[in-house]
């Protein structure tokens, strides 16, 4: 079976991991300390941040980047309709309203035309995701944001190494969110997450909040919570980072592979992806009406896949009583049902691409 993902290929230079995290157990470093600290300057150097603000995972980093702007009770918030949900949650744990926003069919991100219709006086954050990798328009959601004085937090757990004209997504709103589980472009061995900002006094807000409501031990000046980054997984990261560009460019190859091969085939619908932007590739999506049938054909010839997902946010009944629906979703009707993942990562050779694109082939052939 062609695994969809290998995560042991995500640990880059295993060996020089293993001696570094043996020096911190050494030195009883195993929550904070000098490789978090390296780790917050490596990455904020990478994404061209002012300040990076590590945390225990990519929900934490949305929760606390949300509690950090102190929005009223109730504001409401755009979030896109089509994403993993702890966007969603992180907007209901602070006590805010979601507004679930429809997709676009293009590249599956927030609809511009749909976000101007939510929003209203109360709407005080928009929550943008750079799903599969793919920068969401942000020249036109800041406009937005500017000519309604409203705060955006980029979600960008699937988008390190996405850039929109030579700037990293994450840095065009308030603040960004970052997730480094193990299956993301940058991963670490367990959990890991990131805020940045360019806001000083941001900054400081998630850092309190992220360490008991301290910046140094027994300074609690308010209420936060225990959600660190460990050393081990920094030095997981520290390696990993160093290998990122390397591993884009392998996703990139194996998308051209596939888009180059399967063009022909009109029954499937690619990302129409923007010359103007970067994609890291975090997942390859394709758009298909027999989708189930096509997925059962690739697991009998051992191919596995997935689904970046099945349903949409909307159709959830745990967000039924904190989500304000105005518009219908007409987009996003039915999505579930049709996008697939295909295998793209780092780990896959060129023939093994083409040995799943010659079986989509013959199922397009047979069918």
């Not at 911190?24 to 600290?37: C, D, M």
Request: aromatic share 8%; proline share 2%.
């Amino acid at each position: 079976m062609m695994k969809f993902l290998n995560l042991y290929s995500n640990i880059s230079n295993l060996n020089t991991s293993i001696t570094n995290i043996k020096k911190l157990l050494k030195k009883n470093q195993i929550i904070g300390g000098p490789e978090v600290e390296k780790f917050e300057y490596n990455f904020s150097k990478y994404v061209n941040s002012k300040y990076c603000i590590s945390v225990a995972n990519g929900t934490d980093a949305l929760e606390i980047a949300i509690e950090s702007l102190k929005l009223p009770v109730d504001s409401e918030v755009i979030i896109p309709v089509n994403t993993w949900i702890s966007a969603a949650e992180a907007v209901v744990r602070n006590n805010l309203k979601i507004v679930f926003c429809d997709i676009n069919l293009l590249d599956y991100s927030i609809d511009l035309n749909d976000l101007k219709k939510k929003i209203n006086r109360k709407t005080k954050l928009i929550i943008p995701v750079h799903l599969y990798g793919v920068p969401s328009n942000m020249n036109e959601i800041i406009k937005l944001s500017k000519k309604y004085n409203i705060k955006i937090i980029e979600d960008c757990a699937q988008a390190h190494g996405s850039y929109i004209k030579n700037k990293h997504v994450g840095t065009f709103g308030d603040l960004g969110t970052f997730s480094f589980y193990p299956s993301k472009n940058l991963g670490c061995f367990g959990d890991g997450g990131a805020i940045i900002t360019n806001n000083k006094k941001l900054s400081i807000i998630c850092r309190r909040i992220k360490n008991h409501g301290s910046l140094s031990k027994y300074d609690h000046e308010v209420i936060g919570r225990n959600s660190r980054l460990d050393s081990i997984q920094a030095v997981i990261l520290n390696n990993n980072l160093k290998k990122l560009k390397k591993s884009i460019k392998i996703k990139n190859r194996n998308v051209n592979l596939y888009l180059k091969n399967l063009k022909e085939i009109k029954k499937i619908s690619f990302i129409k992806y923007n010359k103007n932007f970067v994609n890291s590739h975090h997942q390859f999506v394709i758009r298909v009406k027999e989708r189930d049938k096509l997925r059962k054909f690739l697991k009998k010839n051992q191919i596995e896949t997935m689904i970046h997902y099945p349903y949409m946010l909307d159709e959830l009944k745990v967000f039924k009583k904190h989500s304000i629906k105005r518009t219908k979703l007409i987009n996003s009707k039915n999505l579930g049902k049709k996008i697939l993942s295909l295998p793209i990562s780092e780990d896959h050779k060129k023939r093994d691409i083409l040995q799943v694109i010659n079986i989509i082939k013959k199922f397009y052939k047979t069918t």
